[in-house]
């Protein structure tokens, strides 16, 4: 019995991780019948809001309830005159708009749709080169409306 607690727990941690640094692991899918063990952990629960933090320290709790809808743009080009910056992303709720400048952006996407986004970061200039592949957010614009 031991054994199934630790292969539980082995999945919930690499799920959780994988989940906090923006992926896409589905928490409510069961386990696969070529998983070890086949016996699935249990779903972990949808966050109720999405955090949104700059470099300089500002947060935002943005509900998902109050999430409707997002747009990618992967050139960044668009009518405001602001092409050349890299991919962005667009997420409008209820009271905020959130616009995502970075690269890789498509990769937060799924997550996104499944409302299983826990967190979003700006990343600090000095650690961008040690990010690798992945979706990378270099800036954050939160509008109030």
Do not use: Y
């Not at 409707?68 to 005159?81: E, K, Q, V």
């Amino acid at each position: 019995m031991s054994k199934l607690r630790e292969e539980i727990e082995r999945r919930r941690a690499a799920r959780n991780a994988h989940a906090d640094v923006g992926g896409s692991a589905d928490a409510t899918a069961p386990a696969r019948a070529g998983e070890t063990g086949a016996v699935a952990a249990p779903p972990a629960s949808a966050p109720s809001c999405l955090r949104i933090t700059k470099t300089n320290g500002q947060c935002w709790l943005l509900p998902w309830t109050c999430f409707h809808g997002a747009s990618h743009d992967p050139d960044g080009s668009s009518a405001d005159g602001n092409a050349g910056r890299g991919e962005r992303l667009r997420l409008a709720f209820l009271r905020h708009e959130v616009i995502l400048h970075g690269r890789e952006l498509v990769g937060l996407v799924d997550a996104i749709e499944a409302a299983r986004l826990r967190k979003l970061d700006e990343i600090a200039e000095k650690f961008r080169a040690a990010t690798g592949d992945g979706p990378v957010i270099v800036q954050i614009e939160v509008k109030a409306g």
